[in-house]
T-cell receptor, first 112, second 112 residues
């Protein structure tokens, strides 16, 4: 009954360091998304995927890369972290293109 | 044109009162309007959703009112309870775009 699982839950990086956030879902959903949540700005879409092997840019893709090599996993990478990337990152998945989004519990990233 | 404007930013309601959160959109192609509820430290979860072929949808104490001509929709929480204290996000999407536009969120506090 895991749903959407994100790792790690917390991370502190120095400017210029790289890291990868992992999202795993066990619901066999085709669609997966990465959002960032910042105070007063709601949820903004970074990248999304409509199926294994596919990715597409969202509203705020700069500074991030993604991969979806397996249907159940969606990875978000930061190649050279910047303080502006300090945020809470949420992964979500859905069965239909406009169906219910199932969110993970978030990954809080701080870039010093 | 892709924005969804949400108000108020924060709301304090007495127990038993009615909480009302409003959203407005510009893109007439939007055809699915969900509301998500988020508790501190958790990911958002779908609360209730509506499609533009109906003007109102009710689920328990939660009601969405939809005004297609005004391009507005709102969430009404009847008999508000302290357990309803959370952040609420409206969202909109259109078929085939695979992505949602979220409002900036409303932090609701219900006083006991």
């Amino acid at each position: 009954n895991a749903g959407v699982t994100q790792t790690p839950k917390f991370r502190v990086l120095k400017t210029g360091q790289s890291m990868t956030l992992l999202c795993a879902q066990d619901m066999n959903h085709e669609y997966m998304y990465w959002y960032r949540q910042d105070p007063g700005m709601g949820l903004r879409l970074i990248h999304y995927s409509v199926g294994e092997g596919t990715t597409a840019k969202g509203e705020v893709p700069d500074g991030y890369n993604v991969s979806r090599l397996k249907k159940q996993n969606f990875l978000l990478g930061l190649e050279s972290a910047a303080p502006s990337q300090t945020s809470v990152y949420f992964c979500a998945s859905s069965y239909h293109s406009t169906g219910e989004l199932f969110f993970g519990e978030g990954s809080r990233l701080t870039v010093l | 044109q892709q924005q969804v404007k949400q108000s108020p930013q924060s709301l304090i309601v007495q127990k038993g009162g009615i909480s009302i959160i409003n959203c407005a959109y510009e893109n007439t192609a939007f055809d699915y309007f969900p509301w998500y509820q988020q508790f501190p430290g958790k990911g958002p979860a779908l609360l209730i959703a509506i499609r533009p072929d109906v003007s109102e949808k009710k689920e328990g104490r939660f009601t969405i009112s939809f005004n297609k001509s005004a391009k507005q929709f709102s969430l009404h929480i009847m008999d508000s309870q302290p357990g309803d204290s959370a952040t609420y996000f409206c969202a909109a999407s259109s078929s085939g775009t695979y992505k949602y536009i979220f409002g900036t969120g409303t932090r609701l506090k219900v006083l006991a």
